[in-house]
């Protein structure tokens, strides 16, 4: 965090150092409240940048082994260019290394990890292991601590959900 106020200062200073060229490329009439516009607008323009950016970064960060599976965007009005451009602001992945493959009286059965992460001030990364079964499309959540599943928690996933056909694709390369 402390990084990025950083760069946007230094933005800042690069835009307004532009700002000042510009006054004296023009022998001082541009008025002389170019040179702090140009600055505020460099921090912004580092703000906006980083925020549509976020989400590559984001993904380039992962393993290879590591596929997305389901993106979310938002708009707020205190950020009016997201009301034209929503930004990316939470994602869920999978890691193929963390898929676990069996075959439970004939039906294919996934456990895996879901991590999904969420942009705030400071990023949100959040676990939670899972038990999918392929056939009938049931996903259990699983308590981290004891691995027990929580069958009030118990929901079916629909035919095209990316989550169900990530996963179980996943489930049948581990299981040939």
């Given amino acids: 965090m402390i ?3 950083v ?18 490329l023009s022998r001082k009439r ?5 040179v702090p516009v140009f600055g505020g607008l460099g921090m912004l323009g ?10 590559e970064h984001k993904q380039l960060q992962l393993p290879e082994t590591a596929q997305v599976i389901s993106s979310d965007t938002s708009s ?14 939470t994602f869920s992945v999978v890691d193929s290394e963390n898929v676990r493959a069996q075959t439970v009286e004939g039906d294919l059965v996934a456990e895996f990890i879901l991590y999904q992460f969420e942009r705030r001030h400071t990023d949100l990364i959040t676990t939670q292991p899972y038990i999918l079964n392929c056939t009938s ?16 928690e118990l929901r079916t996933l ?12 996943l489930a049948n390369e581990r299981q040939t």
């Fill in 3 to 5: 990084w990025h106020l």
């Fill in 7 to 24: 760069a946007a200062v230094f933005a800042g200073l690069a835009a307004a150092g532009i700002g000042l060229l510009l006054r004296t």
């Fill in 30 to 34: 541009l008025p002389k409240w170019i």
């Fill in 46 to 55: 580092y703000q906006v940048q980083f925020e549509y950016d976020w989400f």
């Fill in 76 to 89: 707020n009005m205190w950020r009016p260019w997201t009301l034209l451009f929503p930004i990316t602001t």
């Fill in 137 to 152: 499309r049931e996903l259990v959540p699983l308590n981290p601590e004891s691995g027990d599943a929580d069958l009030n």
């Fill in 158 to 169: 629909r035919d095209t959900s990316p989550l169900l056909t990530t996963v179980c694709q």
